[in-house]
Protein backbone atom coordinates (compact mmCIF):
# COMPACT_ATOMS: atom_id res chain seq x y z
CA UNK A 1 0.00 0.00 0.00
CA UNK A 2 1.37 3.53 -0.44
CA UNK A 3 2.19 5.67 2.20
CA UNK A 4 1.37 9.58 2.02
CA UNK A 5 4.30 11.71 1.94
CA UNK A 6 4.81 15.16 3.45
CA UNK A 7 7.39 17.43 3.30
CA UNK A 8 8.39 19.22 6.61
CA UNK A 9 8.28 22.02 4.80
CA UNK A 10 4.76 21.66 4.65
CA UNK A 11 3.57 20.72 7.80
CA UNK A 12 4.44 24.31 9.19
CA UNK A 13 5.25 26.50 6.07
CA UNK A 14 2.84 29.04 8.03
CA UNK A 15 4.20 29.16 10.98
CA UNK A 16 7.78 29.50 9.94
CA UNK A 17 7.11 33.08 8.58
CA UNK A 18 8.93 35.78 10.72
CA UNK A 19 10.48 35.60 14.51
CA UNK A 20 8.14 36.50 17.64
CA UNK A 21 10.03 39.75 18.44
CA UNK A 22 7.57 41.59 17.40
CA UNK A 23 4.50 39.71 19.31
CA UNK A 24 6.68 39.24 21.90
CA UNK A 25 9.31 40.72 24.63
CA UNK A 26 12.83 39.57 23.80
CA UNK A 27 13.06 36.87 26.82
CA UNK A 28 9.79 35.20 25.64
CA UNK A 29 11.10 35.31 22.17
CA UNK A 30 14.74 33.75 23.01
CA UNK A 31 12.81 31.16 25.22
CA UNK A 32 10.79 30.06 22.02
CA UNK A 33 13.80 30.14 19.53
CA UNK A 34 15.72 27.74 21.70
CA UNK A 35 13.38 25.51 22.46
CA UNK A 36 12.61 25.38 18.58
CA UNK A 37 16.61 24.99 18.40
CA UNK A 38 16.23 22.20 20.55
CA UNK A 39 13.44 20.33 18.58
CA UNK A 40 15.54 20.52 15.66
CA UNK A 41 18.27 19.07 17.15
CA UNK A 42 16.92 16.27 18.58
CA UNK A 43 16.87 17.10 21.82
CA UNK A 44 13.31 16.36 22.64
CA UNK A 45 13.15 15.81 26.43
CA UNK A 46 15.41 19.30 27.14
CA UNK A 47 12.76 20.95 25.00
CA UNK A 48 9.47 19.44 26.76
CA UNK A 49 11.18 20.67 30.01
CA UNK A 50 11.86 24.06 28.91
CA UNK A 51 8.28 24.40 26.76
CA UNK A 52 7.11 23.55 30.11
CA UNK A 53 8.85 25.81 32.40
CA UNK A 54 8.03 28.71 29.58
CA UNK A 55 4.00 27.31 30.04
CA UNK A 56 4.41 27.73 33.82
CA UNK A 57 4.46 30.94 33.11
CA UNK A 58 2.45 31.76 30.25
CA UNK A 59 -0.22 29.09 30.43
CA UNK A 60 -2.42 30.62 27.56
CA UNK A 61 0.01 31.18 25.27
CA UNK A 62 -0.79 29.84 21.64
CA UNK A 63 3.40 29.87 20.49
CA UNK A 64 4.25 28.27 23.63
CA UNK A 65 1.72 25.87 23.39
CA UNK A 66 1.68 24.91 19.72
CA UNK A 67 5.41 24.39 19.92
CA UNK A 68 4.93 21.58 23.38
CA UNK A 69 1.96 19.94 20.63
CA UNK A 70 5.45 19.58 18.06
CA UNK A 71 7.65 18.17 20.74
CA UNK A 72 4.66 15.82 22.22
CA UNK A 73 4.40 14.51 18.29
CA UNK A 74 8.22 14.00 17.65
CA UNK A 75 8.59 12.03 21.36
CA UNK A 76 5.91 9.82 20.02
CA UNK A 77 2.89 10.85 22.24
CA UNK A 78 0.18 11.25 19.93
CA UNK A 79 -2.16 11.05 22.53
CA UNK A 80 -1.03 14.00 24.21
CA UNK A 81 -0.02 15.59 20.74
CA UNK A 82 -4.12 15.45 20.22
CA UNK A 83 -5.11 16.83 23.40
CA UNK A 84 -2.64 19.75 22.77
CA UNK A 85 -3.69 20.62 19.19
CA UNK A 86 -6.87 20.19 20.04
CA UNK A 87 -7.26 22.49 23.35
CA UNK A 88 -5.69 25.04 20.59
CA UNK A 89 -8.27 24.44 18.09
CA UNK A 90 -11.29 25.38 20.65
CA UNK A 91 -9.47 28.24 22.12
CA UNK A 92 -7.76 30.15 19.02
CA UNK A 93 -10.07 28.45 16.25
CA UNK A 94 -9.27 31.05 13.88
CA UNK A 95 -5.36 29.58 13.89
CA UNK A 96 -5.29 26.62 10.39
CA UNK A 97 -1.61 25.60 12.18
CA UNK A 98 -3.01 23.18 14.88
CA UNK A 99 -5.75 21.75 12.78
CA UNK A 100 -3.20 20.80 10.01
CA UNK A 101 -0.94 19.28 12.44
CA UNK A 102 -3.90 17.41 14.34
CA UNK A 103 -4.38 16.26 10.56
CA UNK A 104 -1.29 14.88 10.45
CA UNK A 105 -1.50 12.89 13.45
CA UNK A 106 -4.36 11.56 12.57
CA UNK A 107 -3.40 10.42 9.23
CA UNK A 108 -0.14 9.02 10.89
CA UNK A 109 -3.05 6.75 12.79
CA UNK A 110 -4.58 5.79 9.35
CA UNK A 111 -7.73 7.83 10.86
CA UNK A 112 -8.17 9.50 7.37
CA UNK A 113 -11.16 10.95 7.61
CA UNK A 114 -10.33 12.91 10.95
CA UNK A 115 -7.44 13.74 9.48
CA UNK A 116 -10.16 15.18 6.51
CA UNK A 117 -12.39 17.37 8.52
CA UNK A 118 -9.35 18.68 10.55
CA UNK A 119 -7.97 20.06 7.25
CA UNK A 120 -11.35 21.07 5.83
CA UNK A 121 -11.64 23.28 8.78
CA UNK A 122 -8.15 24.74 8.57
CA UNK A 123 -9.20 25.69 5.02
CA UNK A 124 -12.52 27.03 6.22
CA UNK A 125 -10.34 29.44 8.33
CA UNK A 126 -7.59 30.59 6.04
CA UNK A 127 -8.88 29.33 2.40
CA UNK A 128 -5.25 30.60 1.07
CA UNK A 129 -3.46 28.09 3.21
CA UNK A 130 -2.00 26.32 0.66
CA UNK A 131 -0.10 23.62 2.78
CA UNK A 132 -3.90 22.41 4.33
CA UNK A 133 -5.49 22.20 0.79
CA UNK A 134 -2.03 20.01 -0.81
CA UNK A 135 -2.48 17.67 2.72
CA UNK A 136 -6.11 17.53 1.64
CA UNK A 137 -5.07 16.49 -1.84
CA UNK A 138 -3.05 13.51 -0.58
CA UNK A 139 -5.58 12.87 2.26
CA UNK A 140 -8.62 12.51 -0.54
CA UNK A 141 -5.62 10.11 -2.58
CA UNK A 142 -5.00 7.79 0.31
CA UNK A 143 -8.84 7.47 1.15
CA UNK A 144 -9.22 6.77 -2.71
CA UNK A 145 -6.78 3.91 -3.02
CA UNK A 146 -8.54 2.65 0.32
CA UNK A 147 -11.87 2.65 -1.81
CA UNK A 148 -10.20 1.16 -4.78
CA UNK A 149 -8.81 -1.50 -2.98
CA UNK A 150 -12.79 -2.45 -1.40
CA UNK A 151 -13.89 -2.66 -5.11
CA UNK A 152 -10.92 -4.71 -5.90
CA UNK A 153 -11.63 -7.21 -2.83
CA UNK A 154 -15.48 -7.49 -4.25
CA UNK A 155 -14.48 -7.65 -7.90
CA UNK A 156 -11.04 -8.75 -8.43
CA UNK A 157 -11.50 -8.64 -12.89
CA UNK A 158 -12.24 -4.90 -12.62
CA UNK A 159 -9.89 -3.00 -14.77
CA UNK A 160 -11.27 0.01 -14.21
CA UNK A 161 -10.52 0.16 -10.45
CA UNK A 162 -7.24 -1.76 -11.41
CA UNK A 163 -6.03 1.20 -13.66
CA UNK A 164 -7.24 3.79 -11.03
CA UNK A 165 -5.48 2.20 -8.01
CA UNK A 166 -2.70 1.96 -9.94
CA UNK A 167 -2.75 5.65 -11.27
CA UNK A 168 -2.63 7.06 -7.96
CA UNK A 169 -0.29 4.74 -6.18
CA UNK A 170 2.06 5.75 -9.01
CA UNK A 171 0.95 9.59 -7.96
CA UNK A 172 2.03 9.02 -4.78
CA UNK A 173 4.61 7.45 -5.33
CA UNK A 174 6.38 10.60 -7.01
CA UNK A 175 7.13 11.66 -3.63
CA UNK A 176 9.90 9.05 -3.23
CA UNK A 177 11.19 9.33 -6.44
CA UNK A 178 14.76 10.95 -6.88
CA UNK A 179 14.92 14.80 -6.69
CA UNK A 180 12.07 15.17 -3.81
CA UNK A 181 13.52 16.25 -0.45
CA UNK A 182 10.55 14.41 1.32
CA UNK A 183 9.91 12.71 4.62
CA UNK A 184 7.07 10.87 6.12
CA UNK A 185 3.97 12.50 7.26
CA UNK A 186 4.39 14.06 10.74
CA UNK A 187 8.46 13.99 10.31
CA UNK A 188 7.96 18.23 10.71
CA UNK A 189 11.04 20.04 13.23
CA UNK A 190 10.47 23.88 13.45
CA UNK A 191 13.52 25.94 12.10
CA UNK A 192 12.81 29.27 14.44
CA UNK A 193 10.32 30.59 16.60
CA UNK A 194 7.06 29.92 15.64
CA UNK A 195 4.28 32.44 14.55
CA UNK A 196 0.86 31.39 14.41
CA UNK A 197 -1.99 32.82 11.69
CA UNK A 198 -0.08 34.10 9.16
CA UNK A 199 -1.09 32.83 6.14
CA UNK A 200 0.49 31.91 2.67
CA UNK A 201 1.50 34.65 0.39
CA UNK A 202 0.14 33.85 -3.16
CA UNK A 203 3.74 34.77 -4.59
CA UNK A 204 6.81 32.31 -5.32
CA UNK A 205 8.42 33.30 -1.78
CA UNK A 206 8.64 30.13 0.43
CA UNK A 207 7.01 31.53 3.47
CA UNK A 208 5.23 34.55 3.43
CA UNK A 209 1.74 36.39 4.72
CA UNK A 210 -1.59 36.08 3.12
CA UNK A 211 -2.15 38.27 0.01
CA UNK A 212 -2.58 41.53 0.13
CA UNK A 213 -4.66 43.72 -3.04
CA UNK A 214 -2.92 47.20 -3.73
CA UNK A 215 -4.31 49.44 -1.02
CA UNK A 216 -6.27 52.41 -3.03
CA UNK A 217 -4.31 56.27 -2.51
CA UNK A 218 -4.83 57.61 0.59
CA UNK A 219 -6.03 54.78 2.66
CA UNK A 220 -4.57 53.94 6.20
CA UNK A 221 -4.69 51.74 8.95
CA UNK A 222 -7.76 52.65 11.36
CA UNK A 223 -7.44 52.05 14.92
CA UNK A 224 -10.88 50.37 15.68
CA UNK A 225 -11.05 51.96 19.11
CA UNK A 226 -11.41 55.45 17.51
CA UNK A 227 -13.61 54.93 15.10
CA UNK A 228 -15.18 58.47 13.17
CA UNK A 229 -18.63 59.21 14.46
CA UNK A 230 -21.29 58.46 12.54
CA UNK A 231 -22.45 62.26 12.00
CA UNK A 232 -19.29 63.19 9.79
CA UNK A 233 -19.97 59.90 7.02
CA UNK A 234 -22.35 61.69 4.25
CA UNK A 235 -25.67 60.46 4.11
CA UNK A 236 -27.01 58.00 1.70
CA UNK A 237 -23.34 57.76 0.20
CA UNK A 238 -23.20 53.63 0.54
CA UNK A 239 -19.50 53.68 1.02
CA UNK A 240 -19.31 55.81 3.95
CA UNK A 241 -22.44 53.97 5.58
CA UNK A 242 -20.53 50.59 4.89
CA UNK A 243 -17.06 52.03 6.50
CA UNK A 244 -19.12 53.56 9.25
CA UNK A 245 -20.61 49.97 10.01
CA UNK A 246 -17.13 48.47 9.72
CA UNK A 247 -15.99 51.02 12.57
CA UNK A 248 -18.58 50.13 14.73
CA UNK A 249 -18.09 46.73 14.39
CA UNK A 250 -14.42 46.73 15.13
CA UNK A 251 -15.08 49.34 18.17
CA UNK A 252 -17.98 47.20 19.31
CA UNK A 253 -15.06 44.52 19.47
CA UNK A 254 -11.91 46.07 21.14
CA UNK A 255 -13.79 47.53 23.65
CA UNK A 256 -15.55 43.84 24.19
CA UNK A 257 -19.09 45.46 24.16
CA UNK A 258 -20.56 42.00 22.69
CA UNK A 259 -24.24 43.27 22.56
CA UNK A 260 -23.15 45.94 20.20
CA UNK A 261 -20.72 43.51 18.42
CA UNK A 262 -23.24 40.73 17.73
CA UNK A 263 -25.85 43.96 16.61
CA UNK A 264 -23.47 44.47 13.40
CA UNK A 265 -24.35 40.97 12.36
CA UNK A 266 -27.80 40.34 10.41
CA UNK A 267 -30.53 38.03 12.08
CA UNK A 268 -29.81 35.99 8.46
CA UNK A 269 -26.03 35.85 8.97
CA UNK A 270 -24.51 32.59 7.51
CA UNK A 271 -22.54 30.83 9.95
CA UNK A 272 -19.02 30.31 9.52
CA UNK A 273 -19.37 26.40 10.19
CA UNK A 274 -23.07 26.31 9.76
CA UNK A 275 -23.82 26.16 13.31
CA UNK A 276 -27.39 27.51 14.75
CA UNK A 277 -27.12 31.78 15.34
CA UNK A 278 -28.33 31.22 18.74
CA UNK A 279 -25.03 28.57 19.17
CA UNK A 280 -22.57 30.97 16.96
CA UNK A 281 -23.74 33.83 19.60
CA UNK A 282 -22.85 31.85 22.32
CA UNK A 283 -19.47 31.05 21.32
CA UNK A 284 -18.69 34.53 20.18
CA UNK A 285 -19.90 36.22 23.60
CA UNK A 286 -17.70 33.20 25.71
CA UNK A 287 -14.73 34.08 23.19
CA UNK A 288 -14.75 37.88 23.63
CA UNK A 289 -15.84 38.00 27.38
CA UNK A 290 -12.85 36.54 28.26
CA UNK A 291 -10.23 37.94 30.71
CA UNK A 292 -7.68 40.75 29.10
CA UNK A 293 -7.79 43.92 26.28
CA UNK A 294 -8.10 43.22 22.82
CA UNK A 295 -7.89 45.79 20.04
CA UNK A 296 -9.08 45.24 16.42
CA UNK A 297 -8.10 47.58 13.97
CA UNK A 298 -7.98 47.17 9.68
CA UNK A 299 -6.28 49.17 6.55
CA UNK A 300 -6.94 48.58 2.84
CA UNK A 301 -10.37 49.10 3.19
CA UNK A 302 -11.93 48.04 -0.06
CA UNK A 303 -16.15 48.55 -0.70
CA UNK A 304 -17.84 47.18 -4.11
CA UNK A 305 -21.96 47.75 -3.74
CA UNK A 306 -24.49 46.25 -5.70
CA UNK A 307 -27.96 47.89 -4.40
CA UNK A 308 -28.63 46.66 -1.27
CA UNK A 309 -25.50 44.47 -1.16
CA UNK A 310 -21.67 44.98 -0.70
CA UNK A 311 -18.38 42.90 -0.13
CA UNK A 312 -15.80 44.68 1.57
CA UNK A 313 -12.36 43.63 1.73
CA UNK A 314 -9.64 45.01 4.18
CA UNK A 315 -6.85 43.76 6.06
CA UNK A 316 -7.76 43.13 9.92
CA UNK A 317 -5.05 42.41 13.00
CA UNK A 318 -6.29 41.34 16.40
CA UNK A 319 -4.05 41.67 19.35
CA UNK A 320 -4.55 40.32 23.01
CA UNK A 321 -3.08 39.32 25.84
CA UNK A 322 -1.61 36.12 24.40
CA UNK A 323 -2.21 36.71 20.63
CA UNK A 324 -1.31 38.80 17.77
CA UNK A 325 -2.33 38.31 14.30
CA UNK A 326 -2.89 40.00 11.08
CA UNK A 327 -5.00 38.40 8.21
CA UNK A 328 -6.77 39.39 5.08
CA UNK A 329 -10.92 39.58 5.12
CA UNK A 330 -14.22 39.45 3.46
CA UNK A 331 -17.24 40.58 4.68
CA UNK A 332 -21.05 40.17 2.46
CA UNK A 333 -22.88 42.86 4.17
CA UNK A 334 -27.00 44.19 3.38
CA UNK A 335 -28.73 46.75 4.22
CA UNK A 336 -31.34 45.94 6.64
CA UNK A 337 -33.78 47.80 8.02
CA UNK A 338 -32.25 51.22 6.90
CA UNK A 339 -28.83 49.58 8.15
CA UNK A 340 -25.60 47.51 6.57
CA UNK A 341 -25.02 44.15 8.66
CA UNK A 342 -22.41 41.65 8.07
CA UNK A 343 -24.15 38.94 5.91
CA UNK A 344 -21.26 36.33 6.04
CA UNK A 345 -17.56 36.32 6.88
CA UNK A 346 -14.44 35.01 4.92
CA UNK A 347 -11.04 35.04 6.89
CA UNK A 348 -7.78 34.53 4.48
CA UNK A 349 -9.50 35.67 1.27
Same mark, same amino acid.
Not at 83 to 110: G, S
Not at 172 to 178: C, D, F, I, K, V
Not at 232 to 249: C, F, Q, R
Not at 312 to 338: C, E
Given at each position: ???????????????????????????????????????????????????????????????????????????????????????????????????????????????????????????? @?????? @???????????????????????????????????????????????????????????????????????????????????????????????????????????????????????????????????????????? @???????????????????????????????????????????????????????????????????????????????
Amino acid at each position: MTQIRLTAARLLASALSVTLLALAPAVHADALQDISKQIKQGQHAQALEQVDKYLAAKPKDAQGRFLKGIVLTEMNKPNEAIVMFTKLTEDYPELPEPYNNLAVIYAQQKQYDKAKQALEMAIR @THPSYA @TAHENLGDIYARLASQAYDKALQIDSSNSSAQNKLALIRDLMGTASRPGKTTKPIGDARPAEPVKLAEAPKAAPTPVAAAPVAAAPAAVSAKPAEAPKPAAAKAAGDPNAEITNAIDLWAAAWSRKDVKAYLATYARDFK @TPAGESRSAWDAERQKRIAKPGAIQVSYENLRISVDGDTATVKFRQHYKSASLKTSSNKTLLMGKRDGKWQILQERVGS
